[in-house]
């Protein structure tokens, strides 16, 4: 399977494709030849003495030194190595193929001035399984020079790599693939490295993993309900249209459907007329994380898919314009909405839980346990949702407004996105813990009400869902370890097994 890039179609699926399951890349005809006009143009600007940041002077403080033709090698060389400034932990090699997916596909657009022969070798890398190493900190997320630094010394030869799995030099990899270092002229240091590929490229696989765990989450939520014989009437369809909010409708439409048949539908004279809010408003707050996940796609589209470079260069009218399209505070603000609205989704989870083990509300024994004198079940396990979830309120602080006056001044604001998305990764992790910890309960629940009630009805979805959960989690009929159980839970939700069962079964 190839990945056509042209510039202006990358979606998320497709950048997917490329990163996590090595796709190969090729640049589409068209692109390839804007290219060699932009570089075309950039030399007759310079020919006519015209000063061009990042090109004929320096960069940063030192924008008003002039680089003269002779030196373009060795300037552009050195402004790589210079910034080369990243600090570990090292990016997956799936977040480094994003990355130059994302860097390639941006040049592509034409408004860089790059030489042609270093969009290539973003796509021979790519193609030949060549990553660089590059450490995930060190941007401010104002260009993520000091990491995409990385990317420019492998291709001069230097640095480490990933080869095919395999870490070695730079220059091992090449004489391995029979590919020459390229050699920086004009612009093309600064084209390496300052953009916000690296920020864009951690934060579109966030994205792509949250929109599958926002089902996931909805299917979950569903189980619990029916563990908790709880009400289905917020999930009504004519109430949740008045309300007119998009990822509300969706999300209860889920929860709906995987209850297809379940025994919760039915009435029940011991049901509660109304639940804890945990469970009566559980599928609303996950339409607020589509809401939220709706926003935050939309400009990650649109910087996957245009030019971020300063300056830039406007082919049509033959000129290069300093400008501040590095700009990335719409997106990085983004994230941090992500990361409000995901406490919320872990709190609710977690509440969920805690009301659960209550006997008063569930008519089960406390804690789920299937035998109240010598089995404690759930009780312990509350002390680890309860950490997950204060990591994730911690997490989710907001912090793209914290930043220094750097480079004499003169980059005076930062938008922090590398550091913003990787905590937003880690709220991510942290939720699939807490929603498989969920799913523990839940089943715990089901279990004990068939073993008392008989064999209830479970919905169309939510029926798949619980027996391949049971498969790697069994019920808990006396205590043991519950450290792999927790394990096995994640790992169910992280695979996204129970979705695909759930999803079979509703032939989605």
């Given at each position: 399977?190839?990945?056509?890039?042209?510039?202006?179609?990358?979606?998320?699926?497709?950048?997917?494709?490329?990163?996590?399951?090595?796709?190969?890349?090729?640049?589409?005809?068209?692109?390839?030849?804007?290219?060699?006009?932009?570089?075309?143009?950039?030399?007759?600007?310079?020919?006519?003495d015209v000063p061009i940041y990042g090109f004929n002077t320096g960069v940063g403080w030192n924008k008003d030194r002039h680089i003269t033709t002779k030196f373009f090698k060795f300037y552009n060389e050195n402004l790589v190595r210079s910034h080369t400034l990243g600090m570990e932990p090292e990016a997956s090699e799936a977040e480094v193929r994003a990355a130059m997916a994302i860097r390639l596909n941006c040049l592509l657009r034409g408004h860089t001035g790059i030489q042609p022969m270093i969009a290539q070798r973003y796509a021979d890398f790519l193609n030949l399984r060549i990553h660089p190493v590059l450490p995930e900190r060190g941007s401010v997320g104002e260009a993520d020079i000091s990491v995409l630094s990385h990317i420019g010394i492998a291709m001069i030869g230097e640095g480490d790599v990933i080869y095919k799995g395999t870490r070695m030099t730079?220059?091992?990899?090449?004489?391995?693939?029979?590919?020459?270092?390229?050699?920086?002229?004009?612009?093309?240091?600064?084209?390496?490295?300052?953009?916000?590929?690296?920020?864009?490229?951690?934060?579109?696989?966030?994205?792509?993993d949250l929109l599958s765990l926002v089902d996931q989450a909805d299917l979950i939520y569903a189980t619990s309900l029916e563990g908790l014989n709880g009400n289905v009437s917020p999930l009504d369809i004519k109430v949740n249209a008045l309300r007119d909010?998009?990822?509300?409708?969706?999300?209860?439409?889920?929860?709906?459907?995987?209850?297809?048949?379940?025994?919760?539908?039915?009435?029940?004279?011991?049901?509660?007329?109304?639940?804890?809010?945990?469970?009566?408003?559980?599928?609303?707050?996950?339409?607020?994380?589509?809401?939220?996940?709706?926003?935050?796609?939309?400009?990650?589209?649109?910087?996957?898919?245009?030019?971020?470079?300063?300056?830039?260069?406007?082919?049509?009218?033959?000129?290069?314009?300093?400008?501040?399209?590095?700009?990335?505070?719409?997106?990085?603000?983004?994230?941090?909405?992500?990361?409000?609205?995901?406490?919320?989704?872990?709190?609710?989870?977690?509440?969920?839980?805690?009301?659960?083990?209550?006997?008063?509300?569930?008519?089960?024994?406390?804690?789920?346990?299937?035998?109240?004198?010598?089995?404690?079940?759930?009780?312990?396990?509350?002390?680890?949702?309860?950490?997950?979830?204060?990591?994730?309120?911690?997490?989710?602080?907001?912090?793209?407004?914290?930043?220094?006056?750097?480079?004499?001044?003169?980059?005076?604001?930062?938008?922090?996105?590398?550091?913003?998305?990787?905590?937003?990764?880690?709220?991510?992790?942290?939720?699939?813990?807490?929603?498989?910890?969920?799913?523990?309960?839940?089943?715990?629940?089901?279990?004990?009400?068939?073993?008392?009630d008989g064999d209830l009805r479970l919905g169309k979805g939510t029926e798949p869902a619980y027996y391949a959960?049971?498969?790697?989690?069994p019920w808990y009929d006396r205590d043991r370890n519950l450290s792999a159980d927790i394990r096995s839970a994640y790992e169910l939700v992280r695979s996204g097994q129970l979705l695909q069962e759930a999803n079979k079964a509703l032939g989605i």
């Open positions: 399977m190839k990945i056509i890039l042209d510039g202006s179609s990358l979606s998320l699926d497709a950048l997917w494709s490329v990163a996590c399951e090595g796709a190969e890349v090729e640049i589409a005809p068209e692109a390839l030849e804007r290219l060699e006009e932009s570089r075309r143009l950039v030399y007759d600007l310079a020919d006519d730079s220059s091992e990899a090449h004489a391995r693939t029979d590919l020459l270092p390229v050699d920086l002229g004009p612009k093309d240091g600064l084209a390496i490295v300052s953009s916000n590929a690296f920020g864009a490229a951690q934060g579109a696989l966030v994205l792509h909010l998009p990822g509300q409708y969706i999300s209860t439409s889920r929860v709906r459907e995987y209850l297809e048949g379940s025994y919760v539908n039915e009435p029940d004279p011991n049901r509660p007329l109304q639940d804890p809010l945990s469970y009566l408003g559980g599928a609303c707050v996950h339409g607020s994380l589509r809401d939220a996940l709706e926003y935050v796609t939309k400009f990650m589209l649109i910087q996957m898919n245009t030019s971020d470079d300063n300056p830039c260069l406007l082919l049509a009218e033959r000129r290069i314009v300093s400008c501040s399209n590095f700009e990335v505070t719409t997106l990085a603000t983004g994230f941090e909405m992500l990361g409000t609205v995901l406490s919320h989704v872990s709190r609710m989870s977690c509440y969920r839980m805690i009301r659960m083990a209550n006997p008063v509300l569930t008519g089960l024994p406390r804690f789920l346990t299937p035998e109240e004198t010598h089995v404690h079940a759930f009780g312990a396990l509350q002390k680890s949702f309860a950490l997950m979830d204060t990591e994730i309120r911690h997490l989710s602080n907001p912090s793209t407004a914290d930043f220094l006056p750097l480079a004499g001044g003169m980059e005076d604001h930062a938008s922090n996105l590398p550091h913003v998305v990787q905590r937003i990764r880690k709220i991510v992790d942290n939720l699939k813990y807490i929603l498989g910890m969920e799913m523990m309960h839940a089943a715990q629940a089901l279990t004990l009400r068939r073993q008392r959960f049971r498969k790697s989690v």
